[in-house]
C-alpha cells in the first residue's frame, strides 16, 4: 500500500521567514502533484513535478522531486499571511486500469506578523 | 474557477438516510474521480470512471455508489448514512486516455452532514 507522508503537519511562522514542507512517499512513483486549500475551499493544484530532479518555482514557492530518495520538497521563501492554507503532496496510484492520487495528511500553515 | 462542478453544496441530512452528490466534468474530461474529506482520515480516494466504465476503486464502503452517465457527468449515492460520513466530498476531472495519466482538477465539493 502507498503510504504518504508529510512533514510538519502544522508549522507557524513569521512573515518574512523561509521554510520547507517535507513529503516522502513509500513506493516508486514519477509524478507528485502538491495542491494548496483554503478553509472550506476545493483543492488547487500548485506544481505538478514529472522526473527525477524535477524543479518548479511559483513566487515564493518552489517544489523539488527526488524519486530515488522518494522525496518530494515544498520551499517557502520569504514567508506573507497570503501563503496561509493547507498543503497537500499527492502522489500518483496507477493500476491495471485507472489512476488514482494518494494525498499525504496535508500541512497546515500559519503565517504571522 | 476549474470547470468542474458539484451540487449541492452543502447537504443536511439525518441517519439512515440516503442521498445522491453530482458531478459534472471540464468539457473534454472523460475521467471522473470522487474523494471524500474527513478530519479523521483525510483526503481519500473512493472511485475513478473513465468514459461511463469503473475503472479504479479506492476505499469506498459498500453503501456507496457511483456511476458516469452518457453525457459524461457523475453521481456518487450515499446511503445508510452514518455520522461518521459528514465529509466534504469532491469530484475531479481530467483528460486521461486508458494509456496515459493526466493532472486532476477539482471541483468545490458537496459539504455533507449527517445528524
Known amino acids: 500500500e502507498l503510504k504518504v507522508e508529510q512533514n510538519p503537519l502544522f508549522l507557524s511562522m513569521q512573515e518574512g521567514k523561509n521554510y520547507t514542507i517535507y513529503c516522502n512517499y513509500s513506493?516508486?512513483?514519477?509524478?507528485l502533484y502538491w495542491y494548496r486549500q483554503d478553509p472550506g475551499k476545493s483543492l488547487e493544484s500548485l506544481f505538478v513535478l514529472l522526473s527525477n530532479g524535477a524543479v518548479k518555482q511559483e513566487g515564493r514557492l518552489m517544489a523539488s522531486l527526488d524519486t530515488k530518495a522518494r522525496l518530494s520538497t515544498l520551499h517557502i521563501t520569504a514567508a506573507v499571511h497570503d501563503l496561509s492554507a493547507t498543503y497537500f503532496c499527492a502522489v500518483v496510484i496507477i493500476s491495471n486500469s485507472g489512476y488514482a492520487l494518494n494525498f499525504g495528511k496535508g500541512t497546515s500553515l500559519l503565517v504571522t506578523p | 474557477d476549474s470547470g468542474v462542478t458539484q451540487t449541492p453544496k452543502h447537504l443536511i441530512t439525518a441517519t439512515g438516510q440516503r442521498v445522491t452528490l453530482r458531478c459534472s466534468p471540464r468539457s473534454g474530461d472523460l475521467s471522473v474521480y470522487w474523494y471524500q474529506q474527513s478530519l479523521d482520515q483525510g483526503l481519500q480516494f473512493l472511485i475513478q470512471?473513465?468514459?461511463?466504465?469503473?475503472?479504479a476503486k479506492g476505499n469506498i464502503l459498500e453503501r456507496f455508489s457511483a456511476q458516469q452517465f452518457p453525457d459524461l457527468h457523475s453521481e456518487l449515492n450515499l446511503s445508510s448514512l452514518e455520522l461518521g460520513d459528514s465529509a466534504l466530498y469532491f469530484c475531479?476531472?481530467?483528460?486521461?486516455?486508458?494509456?496515459?495519466?493526466?493532472?486532476?482538477?477539482f471541483g468545490p465539493g458537496t459539504r455533507l452532514t449527517v445528524l
Open positions: 475531479a476531472s481530467s483528460i486521461n486516455t486508458p494509456s496515459s495519466y493526466n493532472e486532476q482538477f
Open positions: 470512471y473513465y468514459n461511463g466504465e469503473e475503472r
Open positions: 513506493t516508486t512513483s514519477d509524478r
